[in-house]
């Protein structure tokens, strides 16, 4: 005679797939799942989701060619989804580039162990944002309960990237001019020469008026209209 034997968890979240696997015994050709909802299955091994948080009877009955029905019935447990999440950032969002914005999850409720995924599919509970765009995480936990936290915009400013032009090799009583690739607007450039500051000079282009013989240095700062600095170095004699 045929025997009907299924297992599966006895408790999962609602929403969350459950899973039925029929271990039955004997020989049968008819298979039929109810689920305790309205809801039944012909399926040798149907999943299954509850929308509502309640205990079901779930049954399983089969039957053989000669009429011979055996049935087993299981109460299985769903649960409401008590899970709460939290992206927060340690520091400001928007940042030059080159820097660096922590992003913490924050994890309550639910029924631990919880496991969690990052948009970036890192997995560890706090990660570092470098780029710009949207971060969240999703977390699922050991009853399959399932939520996406809130999402941080991140803004990575571009920092300039100076570089100046101008002669390595000047002669004795020559006027070089050096530049550098950005506008005196709406970029700030500040220029020093050998560790001193040049605040009259302020544009692209940098004059320096018979430099003394030896080795010189030539530092140009240029600010970006969003803070963002960038420098560049030039040595010539």
């Excluded at 399959?144 to 571009?158: A, L, Q």
Aim: glycine share 8%; hydrophobic share 35%; charged share 10%.
């Amino acid at each position: 005679l045929p025997q009907a034997i299924f297992t599966s968890t006895d408790s999962v979240c609602i929403n969350a797939p459950l899973a039925f696997t029929n271990a039955s015994t004997g020989i049968y050709n008819n298979i039929l799942w109810t689920f305790g909802d309205g809801s039944s299955s012909l399926l040798t091994n149907p999943i299954k989701t509850y929308a509502i948080a309640n205990q079901y009877p779930v049954t399983l009955s089969i039957t053989n060619a000669f009429g011979c029905t055996d049935t087993m019935i299981k109460l299985v447990t769903v649960l409401p989804n008590t899970l709460s999440t939290f992206a927060s950032p340690t520091g400001p969002t928007s940042f030059c580039e080159g820097g660096n914005v922590q992003l913490n999850s924050n994890i309550t409720g639910g029924y631990p162990i919880y496991n969690l995924i990052w948009s970036t599919t890192q997995i560890t509970p706090n990660i570092n944002a470098i780029y710009t765009g949207q971060y969240y995480f999703d977390v699922m936990d050991s009853k399959g309960c399932f939520m996406r936290s809130n999402t941080i915009n991140v803004m990575v400013k571009p920092t300039p990237k100076p570089n100046i032009t101008g002669p390595i090799k000047v002669c004795f009583g020559q006027n070089p001019t050096f530049s550098v690739n950005y506008p005196s607007s709406p970029y700030t450039i500040e220029w020093s020469l050998d560790g001193a500051a040049t605040p009259w000079f302020n544009q692209s282009n940098y004059l320096i008026f018979g430099p003394a013989v030896g080795n010189h240095v030539l530092i140009v700062k240029v600010t970006s209209p969003d803070t963002c600095i960038g420098y560049d170095t030039l040595k010539f004699r």
